[in-house]
């Protein structure tokens, strides 16, 4: 299994406040990527890297934001957390922009 | 905007039975993917391809790009095959920015395999 960590696994915070998600990697692995996953839609692509500090977003970026200061750290960030931002996150990371994606094990955030 | 189309959306069958899984795409693509989610929530890949055949132990990809259709073969299916099913493909993008590293995905199929 590729070596990918998200970190909390489970997180219940109130509508408004901060909240900041990680994903580690130890494959050295060049792209990783922030997905949602909610009941009725497929996994949908909020932001992603290509590199330290390359960043980009995706279909669902409105409200989040993400850094990348090191190879193996990806931070997802809700500056302000709102119910609809209820969801399961998923990290990925890949070789290249062609290859396989993997996935990390994970996030549930509950914004109440 | 590619739209993927998975079908059934719901499958049940028993132990031993022969599973197919389709994906429909609207748009050219460079590559497909089939996942697999546990009830546990992890997500696995199964296959990347973007022509023909491949096989994995009971399992089997198929891809037309013509048709712009793929199917997932189970053989020999077992409980432990029980999951969600993802197809996921990657367009063919206008030019080779970052942007064309993006995946659409379907919106799974579940399998249930009964003993």
């Known amino acids: 299994d590729a070596g990918i960590t998200q970190s909390p696994r489970h997180k219940v915070t109130e509508t408004g406040t901060p909240v900041t998600l990680r994903c580690h990697q130890t494959?050295?692995?060049?792209?990783m990527y922030w997905y949602r996953q909610d009941p009725g839609h497929g996994l949908r692509l909020i932001h992603y890297?290509?590199?330290?500090?390359?960043?980009d977003k995706g279909e669902v970026s409105d409200g989040y934001s993400v850094s990348r200061s090191k190879t193996e750290d990806f931070l997802l960030t809700l500056e302000s957390a709102t119910s609809s931002q209820t969801s399961v996150y998923f990290c990925?990371?890949?070789?290249?922009?062609?290859?396989?994606?993997?996935f990390g094990p994970g996030t549930r955030l509950t914004v109440t | 905007k590619n739209e993927v189309e998975q079908s059934p959306q719901n499958l049940t069958a028993q132990e031993g039975e022969f599973i197919t899984i389709n994906c429909s795409y609207s748009v050219g693509i460079s590559a497909l993917h089939w996942l697999q989610q546990h009830p546990g929530g992890g997500i696995v890949s199964l296959f990347m391809l973007s022509s023909g055949k491949k096989k994995h132990g009971r399992l089997i990809a198929t891809i037309n790009i013509q048709e712009k259709h793929s199917s997932l073969h189970i053989t020999a299916s077992h409980p432990r095959d029980s999951a969600v099913y993802i197809c996921?493909?990657?367009?063919?993008?206008?030019?080779?920015?970052?942007?064309?590293?993006?995946?659409?995905f379907g919106k799974g199929t579940k399998l249930s395999v009964i003993p």
């Open positions: 990925a990371i890949s070789g290249s922009f062609s290859s396989e994606q993997y």
């Open positions: 996921a493909v990657r367009s063919l993008g206008r030019d080779s920015g970052a942007g064309s590293y993006q995946l659409t």
């Open positions: 494959e050295n692995h060049r792209y």
């Open positions: 890297s290509y590199g330290v500090k390359d960043t």
